[in-house]
């Protein structure tokens, strides 16, 4: 349902690659709320994907950029303020990449090259973002910079391998570019840690459906879907989260704040 709660506004979204994409689902959500954005992945994720469907279907402009690189987020960006005829109000950051984990290398035995390029893409593409948005003057008073995390970040997931430290990188880029944005450009920067999610990019992940199993059994309200994180997405675009900054998130259900639940305590006795 519908409450055009987006309406006027216009963003930027990265990294829907299909349907099963929580970028994808938060995509088409905006579009039904009545805002206008342009789409964006790197040129080999969008010859791998379906984002052309997306943005026929949203109406939307199409832009691709590899998010690590200067040159192409501050064209991306040049092109989306042209297309818009004004300033930025959102933004979703929703990448996240690592060699290491698609390739089955321990954390203990990391290739560390493998490591540094999923950091860069994964984490400082965020500070990239962040920072060409930043110099460009590109974003309207109380707009919303989003990106997704997740808890390994800070507890120990061993199978997340390195994207547990990409992620961690990730929140603390929003908590300290958060605040030049808030001070400087009245800009809102929060990460969203959403549960696990049976997404294209989640499946890679080794132990995936363990991991969606235990946190359904310890979660209160169970995990979050990718399209209620859609729903969340659009609250934090939204003019009633204003002075919301500098915060990570916690959709998962009530995951973060349980220590164990009775249905394991009686599976282990």
């Given at each position: 349902m519908s409450n055009k709660l987006l309406k006027g506004k216009k963003g930027i979204i990265f990294g829907a690659l299909d349907e099963k994409s929580i970028a994808w689902k938060t995509a088409e959500r905006i579009h039904e709320e009545g805002a206008e954005m342009v789409?964006?992945?790197?040129?080999?994720?969008?010859?791998?994907?379906q984002i052309e469907n997306?943005?026929?279907?949203?109406?939307?402009?199409?832009v691709p950029a590899d998010a690590t690189s200067l040159n192409d987020l501050d064209n991306l960006i040049e092109k989306s303020v042209s297309h818009f005829g004004s300033k930025i109000d959102f933004v979703l950051h929703s990448i996240g990449m690592s060699i290491n984990l698609r390739k089955g290398r321990s954390y203990t035995d990391l290739n560390h090259e493998w490591m540094k390029k999923g950091w860069d893409v994964s984490a400082v593409s965020f500070h990239k973002l962040i920072q060409s948005l930043y110099k460009k003057d590109a974003m309207n008073s109380w707009g919303s910079i989003v990106a997704l995390t997740y808890i390994a970040s800070q507890r120990t997931f061993p199978n997340y391998n390195d994207m547990a430290d990409n992620k961690a990188y990730l929140e603390s880029v929003a908590r300290s570019f958060g605040y030049f944005m808030g001070k400087e450009k009245n800009v809102r920067v929060n990460t969203i840690s959403q549960s696990p999610t049976l997404t294209t990019a989640g499946m890679g992940v080794k132990g995936i459906n363990g991991f969606f199993k235990y946190a359904e059994k310890t979660s209160?309200?169970?995990?979050?879907?990718?399209?209620?994180?859609?729903?969340?997405t659009i609250m934090m675009f939204s003019d009633y989260t204003r002075k919301v900054t500098m915060q990570n998130l916690f959709h998962d259900g009530g995951f973060s704040s349980v220590g164990v639940t009775q249905e394991i305590i009686d599976a282990i006795e």
């Amino acid at each position: 349902m519908s409450n055009k709660l987006l309406k006027g506004k216009k963003g930027i979204i990265f990294g829907a690659l299909d349907e099963k994409s929580i970028a994808w689902k938060t995509a088409e959500r905006i579009h039904e709320e009545g805002a206008e954005m342009v789409l964006t992945n790197a040129p080999v994720s969008i010859r791998m994907g379906q984002i052309e469907n997306l943005a026929l279907k949203t109406n939307s402009l199409l832009v691709p950029a590899d998010a690590t690189s200067l040159n192409d987020l501050d064209n991306l960006i040049e092109k989306s303020v042209s297309h818009f005829g004004s300033k930025i109000d959102f933004v979703l950051h929703s990448i996240g990449m690592s060699i290491n984990l698609r390739k089955g290398r321990s954390y203990t035995d990391l290739n560390h090259e493998w490591m540094k390029k999923g950091w860069d893409v994964s984490a400082v593409s965020f500070h990239k973002l962040i920072q060409s948005l930043y110099k460009k003057d590109a974003m309207n008073s109380w707009g919303s910079i989003v990106a997704l995390t997740y808890i390994a970040s800070q507890r120990t997931f061993p199978n997340y391998n390195d994207m547990a430290d990409n992620k961690a990188y990730l929140e603390s880029v929003a908590r300290s570019f958060g605040y030049f944005m808030g001070k400087e450009k009245n800009v809102r920067v929060n990460t969203i840690s959403q549960s696990p999610t049976l997404t294209t990019a989640g499946m890679g992940v080794k132990g995936i459906n363990g991991f969606f199993k235990y946190a359904e059994k310890t979660s209160p309200l169970g995990n979050a879907t990718a399209e209620e994180c859609a729903d969340y997405t659009i609250m934090m675009f939204s003019d009633y989260t204003r002075k919301v900054t500098m915060q990570n998130l916690f959709h998962d259900g009530g995951f973060s704040s349980v220590g164990v639940t009775q249905e394991i305590i009686d599976a282990i006795e």
